[in-house]
């Protein structure tokens, strides 16, 4: 069974910085897109970003010019670099990755990030 492992998360103050991290073992990471969306207390589900296999790049217009998503499809890895960090980023953040041929969804378990004011 294909098992997304984020990593990364933790507790930052306002303005700092993280990066957030997504295996995908077991998936033909070279050809799916991969995404990070997030769900902070009592809202639904959002996109944050998302990259294609070619490397195409979609943000959030709350997050662009702070964060950037990238690939490493050789170490089947998918990176969130988080910076000027606000407290309305708190929230798990959940990776996602869609095979475009096997028309199949994969979800993280997520990992929790804390922006302290």
């Known amino acids: 069974q294909v098992q997304l492992v984020e990593s990364g998360g933790g507790l930052v103050q306002a303005g700092g910085s993280l990066r957030l991290s997504c295996a995908a073992p077991?998936?033909?990471?070279?050809?799916?897109?991969m995404g990070w969306y997030r769900q902070a207390p009592g809202k639904q589900r959002e996109l944050v970003a998302t990259?294609?296999?070619?490397?195409?790049?979609n943000y959030a217009d709350s997050v662009k010019g702070r964060f950037a998503i990238s690939r490493d499809n050789a170490k089947s890895t998918v990176y969130l670099q988080m910076n000027s960090l606000e407290p309305e980023d708190t929230a798990v953040y959940y990776c996602n990755s869609r095979d475009p041929v096997l028309l199949l969804n994969y979800w993280g378990k997520g990992t929790l990030v804390t922006v302290s004011s």
């Open positions: 990259i294609t296999s070619s490397g195409s790049t």
């Open positions: 077991g998936t033909m990471f070279s050809r799916n897109a």
